[in-house]
């Protein structure tokens, strides 16, 4: 069965552009953001891999690592690397995994036989410090990610496993949230003291409470 939300992120142990990497270890206490490509020296692939590389510093702000996968192999991605750096300005700064023989592609599910018996989606996995699956998106290989997405939902994810809020449609950081339904207005009082707007029973808003 494909991996879903709560699940235990699989480890494994794979060679990367970065030397071997034992999947947990190399997370540690961090977020972890998983992501596949179908293919290296393919034009969509080489945008998003310069993109993730130009916003490393926004997802290490965010405590988070990232980590890229096709079923290229490792010397594959070190041949294209220049490429990416040539096309989008940006140097690969994190570790890309050669996966020749599906292995990681196969524990997350990432090759879809009716899409491609042999390439992998654009699969995003974000992986909590616990090691748990805290989102999974899938794109087709014809339509690239939009990470600024990605880095919102690390904003909301982290935000609401600290609080007891939920965050509504389109929210960016520092925008109000939503209170959570099972806290009555009494206890939002106490817990939320920059107050709420009650625009329905169940719909509360309050300033985003970290800020
Ligand atoms: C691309 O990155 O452009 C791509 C890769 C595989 C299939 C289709 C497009």
């Known amino acids: 069965m494909a991996l879903q939300l709560g699940d235990t992120a699989p480890d494994f142990t794979a060679d990367t552009t970065e030397g071997t990497i034992h999947f947990h270890e190399w997370l540690g206490d961090s977020w972890g953001v998983l992501f596949s490509h179908p293919k290296d020296f393919t034009p969509v692939c080489t945008t998003e891999l ?6 490393k510093d926004e997802f290490a702000k965010r ?7 096709s079923v290229d192999s490792v ?3 070190d041949r294209w690397k220049q490429d990416i750096e040539d096309a989008t300005g940006n ?3 994190y570790p890309l995994i050669g996966d020749e023989e599906h292995k990681v592609a196969d524990l997350y599910g ?3 036989p009716n899409a491609s018996d042999t390439l992998t989606v654009r699969s ?3 992986i909590g410090p616990d090691k ?3 989102l999974t998106i899938t794109y087709p290989a014809s339509t690239g990610r939009n990470f600024a997405e990605i880095l919102r939902v690390l904003d909301s994810l982290q935000l609401t496993s600290d609080y007891q809020v939920s965050t509504p449609v389109n929210w960016n950081d520092g925008e109000d949230v939503i209170i959570a339904p099972a806290i009555d207005d009494e206890s939002a009082k106490e817990k939320f003291p920059k107050g709420f707007k009650k625009v329905k029973s169940y ?3 309050t300033p985003q409470p970290n800020r």
């Open 50 to 55: 310069g993109e993730v590389a130009r916003l």
């Open 132 to 134: 748990k699956v805290k």
């Open 124 to 126: 995003v996995f974000i």
């Open 203 to 205: 719909l509360r808003f």
């Open 91 to 93: 140097k690969l700064n």
């Open 110 to 112: 990432m090759i879809h």
């Open 63 to 69: 405590n988070a690592k990232v980590i890229g996968l």
């Open 75 to 77: 010397e594959s991605h």
